[in-house]
């Protein structure tokens, strides 16, 4: 605890100038930067919203069975441009992270994923800035998930600003497997670390199949 304070301690140093009135100025601008975030996500969320909505009423399956978001504290924000070596500013904030505003979509099948991600890629005011299909591509540890970031306008009372947001869509299965697998990776001093990681990759490789599987049952149920 007594080493993270320190860090932060340091990592506030770099940040704040040693004028307490541009200090408090800038203080004022991160926490406008910081509401742009959480603005950017309740822009992709509401869209996301309404298209499950929509689906729902033209007598499709909901694609989307649960939206989550978040966006990375102050504390992780200074700690990952650290971390990659950037300069701690509001500017590079906004030019090398793209995860400050974060939404994980949970799906129910694997092509609802990429129905999703095309919904949300044809709006003609969003931009798609990079995608990483973890589906088609796992990770070697076994990682599947399907991750866009994306550009979006907001609006506000004097201006429009474009913020990015990344989006992960994946499905029951594959949230399940990633949840477990991040606590474990945490776990400090494990003495058959090699054992269980290969466990873990069995275990992502039965639920890639068992996605499939379910796909495939899905597909033999008439639809109305």
Not at 188 to 206: V, W
Request: with cysteine.
């Amino acid at each position: 605890m007594a080493q993270n304070e320190e860090i932060i301690r340091d990592m506030l140093t770099d940040f704040m100038p040693a004028d307490p009135d541009q200090g408090m100025e800038l203080l004022d601008k991160l926490d406008i930067l910081l509401m742009r975030y959480e603005a950017a996500i309740r822009e992709v969320r509401t869209r996301l919203e309404i298209l499950n909505d929509e689906l729902s009423l033209k007598g499709f399956q909901n694609p989307i069975t649960n939206i989550m978001s978040r966006r990375k504290s102050t504390v992780s924000i200074f700690k990952k441009l650290k971390r990659q070596g950037d300069e701690l500013s509001l500017e590079s904030i906004q030019k090398n992270l793209n995860d400050v505003a974060g939404i994980r979509v949970i799906c129910s099948f694997i092509d609802d994923i990429y129905k999703v991600a095309r919904m949300l890629a044809r709006q003609d005011d969003i931009t798609v800035i990079r995608v990483k299909d973890y589906i088609k591509n796992p990770k070697p540890n076994g990682y599947r998930s399907y991750h866009m970031i994306l550009e979006t306008p907001i609006f506000f009372s004097d201006e429009k600003v474009s913020m990015r947001v990344e989006v992960q869509i994946r499905t029951v299965a594959m949230d399940y497997w990633a949840s477990l697998e991040h606590r474990m990776k945490y776990k400090q001093d494990i003495e058959n670390a090699d054992e269980i990681m290969a466990a873990l990759k069995e275990c992502a490789d039965t639920i890639a199949a068992t996605d499939l599987k379910m796909m495939e049952i899905r597909e033999k149920i008439p639809r109305k």
